[in-house]
Nanobody, 125 residues
Framework: QVQLVESGGGLVHPGGSLTLSCAAS????????MGWYRQAPGDQRELVAT???????NYGGSVEGRFTISRGDAKNTVNLQMSRLEPEDTAVYLC???????????????????WGRGTLVTVST
């Protein structure tokens, strides 16, 4: 079973920086899209940033110019560098991936969407 594990959340002061990492594991043939969403209490889940095959990136409007998504040095990992953090960035950050995975016993593949459990980022004095 494909799994995503996030790391790097925590408490940071306004204006500070933090880097999140996400690692995918399991039966992975390829990763089509990988990235981050976030959800604050009482709010809907919103796009933070994604990176697709070919390294095209997509950012949510509220973070563009402050956050940078990139592939990690390890295979099947992605990092999110967050700078100039604001209290409004406080949320649970969830790693997301669309992964091509083998269907056991068939020799065929299917695409699945996978979510991590999330890591809390708190921006506060």
């Amino acid at each position: 079973q494909v799994q995503l594990v996030e790391s790097g959340g925590g408490l940071v002061h306004p204006g500070g920086s933090l880097t999140l990492s996400c690692a995918a594991s399991g039966p992975i043939f390829s990763i089509n899209t990988m990235g981050w969403y976030r959800q604050a209490p009482g709010d809907q889940r919103e796009l933070v940033a994604t990176i697709v095959r070919g390294d095209d990136t997509n950012y949510g409007g509220s973070v563009e110019g402050r956050f940078t998504i990139s592939r990690g040095d390890a295979k099947n990992t992605v990092n999110l560098q967050m700078s100039r953090l604001e209290p409004e960035d406080t949320a649970v950050y969830l790693c997301y991936a669309e992964i091509r995975t083998p269907i056991p016993g068939t020799g065929m593949y299917t695409n699945v969407e996978v979510w991590g459990r999330g890591t809390l980022v708190t921006v506060s004095t």
